[in-house]
């Protein structure tokens, strides 16, 4: 079975090895056709606390880590203009 992967950008870096990111998904309403963006906030495991917030990163799935904390950094795809 493949791995699930998503395609966020982090929103928080206060914690420990724990990133927190946004992803959003788009689709189009069934009836009215307008396009809705829903979003969800993921904890991520981030071992060597490489990301900083705005950063757009790749998420992959993995056994669970603590509580809430069920996804791991797989690649920092691009790294935010922000200095943080």
């Given at each position: 079975?493949?791995?699930?992967?998503?395609?966020?950008?982090?929103?928080?870096?206060k914690m420990e090895?724990?990133?927190?990111?946004?992803?959003?998904?788009?689709?189009?309403?069934?009836?009215?056709?307008?396009?809705?963006?829903?979003?969800?906030?993921?904890?991520?495991?981030?071992?060597l606390s490489e990301?900083?917030?705005?950063?757009?990163?790749l998420l992959q799935?993995?056994?669970?880590?603590?509580?809430?904390?069920?996804?791991?950094?797989?690649?920092?795809?691009?790294?935010?203009?922000?200095?943080?």
């Open positions: 079975m493949p791995v699930k992967e998503k395609v966020g950008i982090v929103v928080s870096n090895k724990t990133i927190v990111v946004k992803v959003e998904s788009r689709f189009s309403h069934p009836i009215y056709l307008k396009t809705i963006v829903k979003t969800k906030k993921y904890l991520a495991h981030d071992e990301c900083n917030i705005g950063d757009q990163v799935e993995c056994r669970p880590l603590s509580k809430r904390k069920r996804w791991k950094l797989a690649k920092v795809l691009s790294k935010s203009s922000l200095i943080s």
